[in-house]
């Protein structure tokens, strides 16, 4: 039975939330977000950023999520620095 896109949209965005707030929360990305079927545009970009970060061995939060997106051109395409504060601040 498929889960409905209302509860995947609230875990992929729990799980982002905690893993901008507590680094060692990375183990949930691989886990609980699938790249390829990440409901939301904008959160398979994060996942990738996030990725990417953790590759380089660069903190994951606000500021480094925001630069990295910014020089690839992407912040805009997941609605902006706004859309990443929503997610540092998403109530649980």
């Known amino acids: 039975m498929a889960i409905p896109?209302?509860?995947?949209?609230?875990?992929?965005?729990?799980?982002?939330?905690?893993?901008?707030?507590?680094?060692?929360?990375?183990?949930?990305?691989?886990?609980?977000?699938?790249?390829?079927s990440v409901s939301i545009k904008r959160h398979r970009i994060l996942r990738q950023a996030i990725g990417h970060l953790y590759y380089?061995?660069?903190?994951?939060?606000?500021?480094?999520?925001?630069?990295?997106?910014?020089?690839?051109a992407l912040l805009d395409?997941?609605?902006g620095s706004s859309y990443l504060q929503f997610i540092a601040d998403f109530p649980r």
């Open 5 to 36: 896109k209302t509860i995947r949209l609230f875990d992929e965005i729990s799980v982002l939330h905690e893993i901008i707030n507590d680094n060692s929360k990375i183990h949930k990305l691989r886990e609980c977000i699938d790249p390829y």
């Open 56 to 72: 380089l061995q660069h903190p994951i939060n606000l500021t480094s999520l925001a630069w990295y997106l910014d020089d690839h």
């Open 77 to 79: 395409a997941i609605g």
